[in-house]
């Protein structure tokens, strides 16, 4: 029996904690980009830390599975660590624009597939469609060919670990300890 696509109320309060907890998170991580930015940057790998901010469009619906939550789930943390970094809102147009990525994805498996090469695309679309953006903002076309392949070739490979790789590590950890029982992750065998 297929489950209902409408999101509860239970996973409503799951997605607001969580986005909340992984925006915090998000800032945190702003200091360690920080940190490694001055000496990535000159060769075209900053994005190589990049992929953690993706996290939260791959995480959630991994746990939910659900049409929409990916766009929510990305768009809310990054209008939380936009409210605490020197993004501001302007966080929330690229955590819209990253979550839009992963919620194409995983409408085209329909929402049913859910290993870990399934995450690990929803995330290099996400990569994708967030370095376009910068591409266009920063502006990036203004600098070499070579340089920008170097920076999503980066953006790609973080994005695979970071976003990924974490999410189905941590989602099916949290999934074995029981507390993920009421969710759409329990299924997995």
């Known amino acids: 029996m297929e489950s209902s696509k409408k999101i509860t109320l239970f996973e409503l309060v799951l997605i607001a904690v969580l986005s909340v907890v992984i925006g915090i998170a998000f800032w ?4 360690v980009y920080d940190q490694f930015k001055p000496f990535l940057k000159p060769f075209g790998f900053k994005y190589l830390l990049a992929g953690f901010w993706l996290f939260a469009g ?7 599975r659900k049409p929409g939550v990916a766009i929510v789930s990305e768009t809310l943390s990054a209008l939380i660590e936009g409210f605490i970094t020197r993004w501001g809102l302007l966080a929330g147009l690229w955590g819209l624009v990253q979550g839009l990525a ?7 498996f329909k929402y049913k597939k859910w290993k870990l090469i399934h995450l690990i695309i929803a995330s290099i679309f996400s990569a994708i469609a967030s ?6 903002y920063e502006p ?3 600098l070499s060919i070579t340089f920008n392949l170097f920076q ?3 953006f790609i490979i973080s994005s695979a670990i970071f976003s990924g790789i974490l999410s189905f590590s941590v989602g099916k950890s949290l999934a074995r300890t029981g507390i993920l029982n009421h969710f759409a992750i329990s299924s997995d065998n």
């Open 28 to 31: 945190g991580w702003t200091y």
């Open 58 to 64: 791959v995480f959630l619906p991994f746990i939910i």
């Open 102 to 108: 992963c919620e194409m994805v995983f409408l085209i």
């Open 131 to 136: 370095f376009l953006l910068d591409y266009f």
């Open 140 to 142: 990036y076309f203004k």
């Open 152 to 154: 999503l070739l980066s």
